[in-house]
Structures are given as C-alpha cells and as structure tokens.
C-alpha cells in the first residue's frame, strides 16, 4: 500500500527566507491525486541512465583535492539498488519531475530515499538572506535524501534541473530491503564517501582559492555528468555561471573571468550541443602546479 505524502513541519531556523517560498512549485513526497497540477506526474519506470567517466590515474595518485574521490563503492551500491528496483525485490513507485520543480524543500519532514533515473536534481540550501548554496548535482543514477535515515526535518531542498524521472521508497523499507539483500555494509560506504567529499569541499573553501575550487568543482562534473572523448570529457547539460558560482563560494563575474582564462589556456572549450569540454589532462595538471 502507498504511503500517504509525508507531513510538512515548521520551517526551521536559517530557513524563513528561503528563496523556495517564493517558488511556485510544491514539494512531492509519495503519490497524490493533486501532483499534476503541480507539474510532477506519476511515471512508468525508465532505465536509462548516463555513466560516470573513471578517474584518471594521474589525479588516483597523489592529487589532494575534492576531485580524488573516485566513489566507485556509491555507483556500484547504486547499481545494485537499481537492480533490486528493476527485480521488484524493492518497492519503488515512480513519478516525473517538472523542470525546476521542488521535490521536498528545506524544513519538510519526510522519510523517503530518492533514485533518479532519468534527467538531474540539485540539493540547495539557503542562508537568512535568501545566498543560495548548491550542495550536489545528482544525474541518472544517483541516490539523494539519505539523510532521512537521522530523522527530523530536511536541511536541504530537492530541485529538477531538467524533467526528471524518480523512484522513492521509505527509509524504513529501504533499509530492510539493504538487511536482505546484504547491501548495508555497501550503504554505509556509500555515505562515508559522500561524507568525505563534503569534508574535502569545506576544506578546499579554506585551503584553496576560488580559481583552483572552479578548477576542481569542473573536473568532479566532468567525471560525474559527462562523456569521455579520447582526452576530454564532453558535459552536455547546461549549467549556469550562477550555479558554478554556488558551489564554488564565489561570485558570477568571477566564476566567467575564470573560465575565460580556462579557455584561453585550452583547459575548457565551448563547442556547440555541448555545455563544455574538458581536457581532463590540462585541467589536472593546472590544478597540481597550483597546490
């Protein structure tokens, strides 16, 4: 049986005035008759998903910043959850997403674990003033909102970048799904990685300077959102300079002298159908000589 939409709680403090009151999206927690008017939809299941490219070995062997990370225990723990999904083995309904609609926001109370299988959600938070700070950007294939698992409500909020398909479940199902099928040693892996690349990104906010954190934060998408090309890595989905920005701490202006300087050194290029290009090699080396 489906559960009912998990209840709203008081926004908590940081959390008045959020720039998702303005929003005129709602969030979406389990099936409601009322959600296509508010541009989700229920949606058969779809198995298409992007792959992440391999790190490079260069970077694996001695560079220090977020970038090192490679989370290959979190796309294998996502690739069995799907596979559990696709074999029933775990309840998993599906609805669609409209583009820049919230799937939960910041001070809702909810106990369910995302899948996205198709399309990409960002995780924000918000300051006092409205700043906004992007957190993640998760494509086809990622797992978000495991931080039910700590109860209480959401300190973050869901947004579709682009129509999305997901697939919920409740934490409690979840994780006796994991129990099951042995998978709680992978989950706990894949949360101490994410846990890491948090720590590595607060801090590079301290250690480095925004030109290397743009460096770093454009290599983590390329390895996570793109397609490898011989050397580079092709990013298809458009990502704005204010988001770039947001997840680097800087401002929009710096953000664009940055990429200039980038595309003049042929570290980035800009080619048409396409976000960006990557020469992974370029950009690598670049971030070395500045440590």
Do not use: W
Not at 188 to 208: C, F, G, N, P, Y
């Amino acid at each position: 049986m489906d559960r009912p939409p998990c209840p709203t709680a008081a926004r908590p403090p940081g959390c008045d005035s959020c720039r998702h009151r303005s929003r005129q999206v709602s969030a979406v927690h389990g099936p409601d008759p009322r959600i296509r008017a508010r541009g989700v939809t229920t949606h058969t299941m779809l198995t298409d998903r992007s792959t992440a490219a391999p790190p490079a070995d260069r970077a694996s062997r001695g560079f220090a910043m977020s970038t090192t990370l490679a989370p290959l225990s979190s796309t294998s723990f996502a690739e069995r959850l799907e596979s559990m999904i696709t074999r029933e083995t775990l309840s998993a309904p599906s609805v669609r997403v409209d583009k820049n609609a919230n799937v939960y926001n910041c001070g809702y109370r909810c106990d369910q674990v995302y899948l996205v299988r198709s399309g990409r959600i960002k995780t924000v938070m918000y300051s006092k003033g409205g700043k906004e700070c992007l957190l993640s950007i998760h494509p086809a294939g990622d797992l978000f909102g495991e931080l039910c698992v700590l109860g209480g409500p959401r300190a973050e909020t869901a947004i579709a970048m682009v129509p999305t398909v997901l697939q919920y479940m409740t934490m409690d199902a979840f994780l006796v799904a994991m129990r099951r099928e042995g998978l709680l040693e992978d989950f706990v892996r894949h949360m101490a990685t994410r846990l890491a690349e948090q720590q590595q990104v607060i801090s590079d906010l301290v250690t480095v300077d925004s030109e290397q954190r743009l460096g770093s934060t454009l290599l983590s998408l390329g390895r996570k959102l793109g397609k490898r090309e011989a050397r580079t890595l092709r990013i298809d989905e458009k990502i704005t300079q204010e988001e770039l920005a947001g997840m680097v701490g800087t401002t929009r202006s710096r953000v664009g002298h940055f990429l200039k300087r980038f595309r003049e050194a042929g570290i980035v290029e800009v080619r048409q159908g396409c976000f960006l290009r990557i020469d992974e090699e370029r950009l690598v080396a670049y971030l070395d000589n500045r440590m």
